[in-house]
C-alpha cells in the first residue's frame, strides 16, 4: 500500500537540523582519530562548513517559530565556562 504524504517543510527542516548535527558530531570522532595533520585541517574545515549550515538551518527555524530554546541566564554561562575551563585543565590542557 503506497501513501502519498509528503514531508512539510518544517519536518524537512528539523530532518536537515538533525543530519547536520550527526554529521558534526561524525567528523568529530574522526578529527579525535586522524593523525595527517592534513587530513586533520581538512576535516576542521569540513567541520566548521557544516556549524556554519546547521546554524543557518537553525536560525530559520527559530525566526519561523519552529525551534524555541531556553535563553541561558548570564551566571549558567558563566559556570559553564568555568566548569569547561576546569575540565581542560584536569585532561593538561
Known amino acids: 500500500m503506497q501513501t502519498n504524504q509528503k514531508l ?4 524537512m527542516m528539523t530532518d536537515a537540523l ?8 561524525s567528523y568529530g570522532s574522526y578529527l579525535a582519530e586522524a593523525t595527517c595533520p592534513q587530513l586533520r585541517q581538512e ?13 543557518e ?8 517559530g519552529w525551534y524555541q530554546s531556553k535563553s541561558a541566564e548570564m551566571n ?10 576546569q575540565l581542560k585543565q584536569g585532561i593538561g590542557g
Request: proline share 0%; no cysteine; net charge negative.
Open 8 to 11: 512539510s517543510e518544517q519536518d
Open 76 to 85: 549558567e554561562l558563566q559556570q559553564t565556562v568555568q566548569k569547561l575551563g
Open 57 to 64: 538551518i537553525y536560525d530559520t527555524m527559530r525566526q519561523r
Open 18 to 25: 538533525n543530519t547536520e548535527k550527526l554529521s558534526i558530531t
Open 43 to 55: 576535516i576542521k574545515q569540513i567541520i566548521a562548513e557544516n556549524q556554519q549550515v546547521q546554524y
